[in-house]
């Protein structure tokens, strides 16, 4: 998803792009936009300009959707394991429920306070900060050996 909001505006993106420059292979990358195209994330287009990109802004798709889209909604394993009787009781009255019920509101906050918009920016600040040249450490055999 970075990779397609690093040029949202500008052109759509191939997968094949996306998996190289990912290290993704591309048969699981297509399975993955896949999910993001149902979840009305992603939008693709055919042809030779074809590609795909990003139904909204980048602004405006929290890590917390792309998570949703590929993995479910979140809830906590519990709900998903006891029955409809053990569903409608308090949370609050198992503390490993009520960890749970914690851990996932915490990760909720977190993933949909990131945004595709702020992590296209610092991917930006890690290539300006790789295309820098690196301080030149001498070699073994340029250093010069006293007698």
Do not use: N
Not at 26 to 54: K, M, N
Not at 92 to 110: E, F, K
Not at 135 to 143: C, F, G, Q, S
């Amino acid at each position: 998803m970075v990779e397609i909001a690093r040029w949202y505006g500008e052109r759509p993106v191939h997968a094949t792009e996306i998996a190289q420059r990912q290290g993704i292979p591309e048969p699981y990358l297509e399975q993955l936009l896949l999910a993001l195209r149902r979840a009305a994330l992603v939008r693709s287009y055919r042809g030779p300009g074809g590609g795909y990109t990003l139904t909204r802004p980048p602004a405006a798709i929290s890590l917390a959707d792309i998570v949703a889209a590929l993995e479910g909604p979140f809830v906590p394993p519990e709900e998903t394991l006891h029955d409809a009787e053990a569903a409608d009781s308090d949370p609050l009255t198992c503390p490993i429920r009520d960890a749970w019920h914690l851990a996932t509101a915490t990760m909720r906050r977190i993933l949909d306070g990131m945004t595709l918009e702020i992590l296209v920016e610092r991917q930006r600040e890690i290539d300006r900060k790789s295309a820098k040249p690196a301080r030149r450490e001498p070699a073994l055999a340029d250093e010069v050996v006293s007698p």
